[in-house]
């Protein structure tokens, strides 16, 4: 696996390679991140992995310094994966300058997450359209435990007429539910022991659903209470439609509930499609 920091070495090791799949990441990688190589390498003739822990994309009280650099043993799992070449630019690599040109996503960017991280997804979709620009992949993979930030790079790329398909890589999970999560590993023993209550918690939103429930309000309300008692402090738990995150209106079927929720000092967020 050759590894990159600056733009110009990239772009200079990828002249001539054919169909590249890029799978961007902030690094600390789980078997979540593998998972998404391993399709990438379905799907293209050179995967590109990118680690870049974005600074763009996190409120200046959030967890950006403490954020989990684990490069050594990143580039180790890269490479047992089969990653062709890593992208690892430094904050001054990515950002020579100040960013000031930045993507603005429309509406999608305040709700749910967006609402309680305010410029979250303008960091996210900048430094996207940005390593989309320098990798030129023909495609690039992103997990669905992101639901949202995956629509926004979606239709991002749909509405710039970017020339690459967008692959969500289903969600992976421990043997109790918690999905895999680079943020796991802030949790305590006790917390950890805890936290597939808001997966539990989701499901029976779907099975209450599946049973014949209409009543969405009274669903996320029980889970935020059940979660509350369980000493969860929740940002949201929202049913909305598949197909642009809004409330459900009765006739789209096709419905995914998110949540947010903070277990002690770790906030973690899952969806389950409906
Ligand atoms: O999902 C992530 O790890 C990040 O948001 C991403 C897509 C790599 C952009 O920094």
């Known amino acids: 696996m050759q590894i990159h920091a600056s733009v110009d070495a ?18 600390n990688l789980h078997a979540g991140h593998i998972s998404l ?18 600074r763009l994309q996190f409120a200046p009280h959030e967890d950006f310094d403490s954020y989990p650099r684990t490069f050594a043993a990143d580039c180790a799992k890269l490479e047992a994966a089969g990653v062709d070449l890593l992208f690892a630019p430094t904050e001054a690599d990515l950002y020579p300058e100040p960013q000031e040109y930045t993507v603005e996503p429309p509406a999608i960017q305040n709700i749910l997450d967006g609402e309680f991280r305010p410029g979250h997804f303008r960091g996210v979709a900048t430094v996207v359209l940005k390593l989309f620009n320098i990798v030129q ?24 007429a970017l020339p690459i398909t967008i692959i969500g890589g289903e969600t992976v999970r421990a043997d109790d539910g918690l999905a895999l ?19 539990r918690e989701l499901n029976q939103i779907r099975a209450a659903i599946h049973a014949g429930e209409s009543d ?9 209470f059940a979660l509350a008692a369980a000493g969860w402090k929740t940002d949201y738990v929202a049913v909305r439609q598949r197909s642009d995150l809004t409330p459900p209106n009765g006739s789209d079927r096709a419905l995914v509930v998110l949540a947010a929720s903070r277990l002690g000092g770790t906030r973690l967020i899952d969806n389950c499609e409906i």
């Open 37 to 54: 190589i391993e399709q990438a390498r379905v799907h293209g003739d050179t995967v590109i992995a990118s680690i870049f822990v974005n």
């Open 216 to 224: 969405t309000l009274k669903l996320e309300n029980a889970a935020i």
């Open 181 to 199: 999560s680079s943020r796991n590993g802030y949790l305590s023993p006790e917390e950890r022991t805890e936290a597939p209550r808001l997966y």
């Open 10 to 27: 990239l772009r200079a090791a990828l002249s001539g390679c054919r169909h590249r799949v890029l799978v961007p990441t902030m690094g």
């Open 137 to 160: 992949p023909q495609a690039a993979v992103f997990g669905k435990k992101d639901y949202q930030q995956l629509m926004v790079i979606r239709n991002m790329t749909r509405q710039l």
